[in-house]
Every structure is written in C-alpha cells, then in structure tokens.
C-alpha cells in the first residue's frame, strides 16, 4: 500500500493541567528551597538556593536525591561526613523533609497574579482545570485547603503517591484525563514552571506551555520582579524560556495570566493538523 491515512484532532482545547508551586501559587516557587535549606542545614550539610533548585518539580524523594547528586553537594557531604550519603540516610532524610515540607506550605499557597480570573474564564469557556505536582498527597492536603481558602480549587488534583512514579512519567497526566473524562491526549495542555513539567506533558503526549518569570527557574517572588530594571528581568526570562523551549515546549508565557493567548495559538496550531 502507498499511502495510508492518519487521524489528527483538530478540536478545542478541553483541558489544562497546571503545576501548582511557580505556576498557580507561591511566586518563585520557594517551599521547596525553604524545606530543602532546613533539612541540609540539620544534616551539618548547608546547601545553597542553586542547589536547592536542582531537580524542582521531581516528586520530593527524587528531589532530594538530584541535589545529593550534584559534585558541590556530594563534596561538601563527604567533607562533612566523612563518606557519600547511604541510602539509609536518604531514606532517612525523606522522612524528616515531609514534615517540614507540609509544615512550609501554608505560608506559599498564595494564588499567582491572574490564576483565579483565568480559572474562571477556562470554567466558562467549558475547559477543565487539572493539576499535578512534585508533593505527595499528605503535603497536597494542606496546599489545597489553604489555596481553596484563597479561592483556588482545580477540579482534579494528583499527586506522585497515587500513581507508579512522579515527573517525568506520564502517569499523573494520565490519572487526570481519566478523572477529567477528557480526551484525546491532544486536546489538553501541561502548564509548569520547570523542565521536568514539561517532560512530564511531552511524555504523555499533551501540549506543554512553560512558565518562565513566575517560576523556579528565575525563583523571585513578585515584588523581586517588579523591582527588576527592564534588561535584568529580560535576561531572566530569557534565560528561563531557553531552558524550558529546549525542553521541548511549545509555547512560553510569563505567567499563567497569559495562558488564555497561548491557548489560542495552540488551537490554531491544531487547526492546521499540527500534533504535539
Ligand atoms: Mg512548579
């Protein structure tokens, strides 16, 4: 046979799925970095805000495990300690972060600049809101009753405990578009702040949108970045929207408060037979 004949989705967009820390709440993304600093810190090991950055958006275990395995952090951790972290003191680690995790996250459930007006204006137009994240279900529980206090509540919430593995595994994407009644893969769009965000949507085969100034890898909060000369803030952005694009993103915003016009040009990217 010469020619065969593929099916393309060329419909709306009928779902997103957001990240929550950098991408809907807590500008900076810096709960993470917070509990992260503390736990090192009483480890006799004091990591730094870069080091702390490293692996953002895994589920928090292999959080902390990308930070261990970085050569600065495993130096100092050997200087310190006389040997490389055993997996005992990994796992060790992991049960004193979850406490401190949870206990940080009321204090960064803050709704991004526009997330409410844009979750309203998505609801309207008949589009589902989802979520995923790096925090387990127990860290999530306070997360989400503290961002509902402020007015956020997404219809779908999914955390790395509840399906196989974490970032960047397609599962939690794929958790969503069941609990969301929403198909085919193409017609929902990942939405996050970090490269492992965007893996995670590539993977599942949904459109990606990165987040570049709110987010983890420029990590300031909102008054920082307002107070940025223009080509300092510029900088920033691109230096973030480089990270994400490379990868494999489709399409770069600042903020969630500009997803509305991302989402118009995906659907226009649909419309013209493009997958994603
Ligand atoms: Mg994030």
């Keep these: 046979m010469d020619f065969v004949f593929r099916r393309a989705y060329r419909g709306k967009i009928k779902a997103v799925i957001l990240d929550w820390a950098g991408t809907a709440v807590d500008h900076g993304s810096f709960a993470p970095v917070a509990a992260l600093l503390r736990l090192f810190e009483q480890w006799g090991v004091p990591i730094t805000v870069e080091d702390a950055r490293t692996g953002m958006g895994l589920m928090k275990k292999d959080h902390l495990r990308a930070i261990l395995a970085r050569q600065r952090v495993a130096e100092a951790w050997q200087m310190a300690r006389g040997c490389l972290p055993s997996e005992a003191e990994v796992e060790a680690m992991f049960a004193q972060l979850v406490p401190l995790q949870t206990a940080l996250l009321a204090e960064h459930a803050e709704p991004i600049p526009g997330l409410l007006e844009v979750v309203q204006d998505l609801r309207q137009r008949g589009v589902k809101i989802g979520s995923t994240t790096g925090y387990l279900s127990g860290m999530m529980t306070v997360l989400a009753t503290e961002a509902a206090r402020r007015g956020y509540t997404p219809d779908c919430i999914v955390c790395p405990d ?6 960047p595994c397609p599962w939690m994407c794929y958790q ?3 609990q969301l009644g929403v198909y085919p893969n193409e017609a929902i769009v990942k939405v996050g702040d970090t490269p492992a965000d965007v893996e995670e949507g590539l993977n599942a085969g949904m459109w990606c949108v990165g987040v570049a100034l709110t987010g983890s890898l420029v990590g300031l909060r909102e008054h920082e970045v307002n107070a940025l000369a223009p080509e300092r803030r510029d900088a920033l952005r691109r230096c973030a929207a480089e990270q994400l694009y490379r990868a494999g993103a489709h399409e770069i915003i600042d903020g969630i408060w500009e997803l509305p016009e991302a989402l ?7 419309a013209q037979g493009e997958k994603p």
């Design 162 to 167: 509840q399906v196989p593995a974490g970032r």
């Design 176 to 178: 969503n578009a069941i």
């Design 264 to 270: 118009t040009r995906i659907e226009r990217r649909l």
